[in-house]
């Protein structure tokens, strides 16, 4: 180990509550079209209410409300038809006192209704009468002109991705573009004499393809990123902070892949240390103890075990939030997850987190275990479930929270 040690090894809580680096990307407008998990720099407002117009819910008469109160099947009230409203225009007619008007879902409410009774509950028992056998009370069937959304009000808030119903809500409001941070840009950075690119057709004794980057990209992407791949750095200490330095002018995030252990050839934390300021080596979470973070001019670096279990799990934990983070948002949104029953027990050490990937089938979470080496312990599993910090371990039969992968 020549000497070497953790710098600053803290729990998986304090890193998610305190490595919070102030850097955020820029702004760029797009349009609907490709804006779908884009983080909106501010909170896009109305400039009308919506829909803009009293409108119908349901197919069926605009009413007085007052005019079918005690209405029933056995004694129904008896409205005149006044008229009919057409899609896509204003009514050319009024509701009067004892009337009522043919409507349509969505259709403009004339004057004088206050309420739209369901078509299911009436009859024109004969030319220009129709019969109610349902009360309905004021507001029913129908929503305000400033229901949706009112003028000035929030159509969609800053801070949180851009989903598809809120492109809808935009698209109501006659926005057709808006303000969003860009793509965090990731330098993804992989560093050993052993590793070559996944592209070497015959690999010489020793040597590995570099699984780790490809797959660090994919989770890049999916947290609304832009990887850039970095290349291949050997085990030497110039040529890792060249690289650093030249990862670091145009990133919004550095991962250094492999090199954040304590082993002797691993020089990571030298090459940090001479550019930035370390926060953290070392995390009380198995797998991926072996991990490093600092920021360096302001952008922050994370430096990744080797195993490529290991990389991924932290970079899921730890990585995913931060990316989101940095484009602008405020509480990175959920993974999917369920709950299961855990098929056996699962040991652990109080003081540290366990990641622990798993297969759910039935309602039945079934641990799989391996080396952290293996990938084929991923691409096997449907989720993970963590082991918090407190606990000593989880017993057969326990209901347990499972994230699952998309």
């Known amino acids: 180990m020549s000497g070497r040690e953790f710098f600053t090894t803290r729990t998986v809580s304090e890193v998610l509550a305190g490595f919070r680096p102030a850097r955020r990307t820029a702004a760029e407008v797009v349009t609907l079209d490709t804006a779908l998990r884009r983080v909106p720099t501010g909170g896009v407002t109305a400039r009308a209410a919506l829909p803009g117009f009293p ?26 038809l006044a008229g009919t409203v057409r899609m896509g225009r204003a009514p050319d007619v009024a509701v009067p006192p004892g009337g009522c008007v043919a409507m349509p879902t969505g259709g403009v409410l004339p004057a004088g209704a206050d309420a739209v009774v369901m078509v299911e509950y ?41 989903r598809a119903p809120d492109l809808g809500l935009l698209a109501a409001a006659g926005v057709v573009e808006v303000a969003v941070h860009t793509r965090p840009r990731v330098a993804i950075l992989s560093t050993g004499d052993e590793v070559v690119p996944p592209c070497t057709r ?35 200490p110039g040529a890792l902070t060249a690289a650093l330095k030249e990862a670091l002018r145009d990133a919004d995030l550095v991962v250094v892949s492999a090199g954040s252990s304590v082993g002797a050839r691993d020089e990571t934390a030298g090459a940090v240390a001479a550019l930035g300021e370390i926060w953290c080596h070392g995390i009380a979470l198995r797998p991926g103890k072996p991990t490093l973070l600092a920021e360096c001019g302001g952008v922050p670096v994370i430096g990744l075990p080797g195993n490529p279990l290991s990389a991924l799990v932290v970079f899921r934990l ?23 029953r855990l098929s056996r027990d699962i040991p652990s050490l109080t003081g540290r987190v366990d990641v622990v990937q798993v ?28 082991v918090p910090e407190p606990a000593t371990g989880l017993d057969a039969g326990s209901e347990v929270d499972v994230m699952l992968y998309r």
């Open 55 to 80: 409108r119908s819910t349901v197919d069926g008469y605009a009413v007085r409300a007052a005019d079918t109160y005690g209405a029933s099947e056995g004694l129904p009230s008896y409205l005149d």
């Open 122 to 162: 009436t009859a024109e028992t004969m030319p220009g009468t129709v019969e109610v056998t349902r009360p309905v009370a004021p507001g029913a069937g129908l929503v305000r002109a400033d229901e949706d959304v009112a003028a000035g009000g929030d159509l969609v808030p800053g801070g949180r991705p851009l």
């Open 202 to 236: 015959d690999l010489a004794p020793g040597q590995v393809r570099d699984a780790t980057a490809s797959a660090l990209a994919g989770l890049v992407r999916d947290a609304g990123g832009e990887p850039v791949p970095a290349g291949i750095v050997p085990d030497d």
């Open 318 to 340: 730890v990585g995913v939030p931060l990316v989101w983070r940095l484009a602008g948002c405020g509480r990175p949104p959920p993974e999917p997850s369920t709950r299961a």
């Open 359 to 386: 297969t759910v089938a039935d309602g039945t979470a079934t641990p799989i275990f391996g080396p952290s080496a293996l990938l084929s312990v991923l691409t096997r599993a449907d989720g993970c479930l963590v």
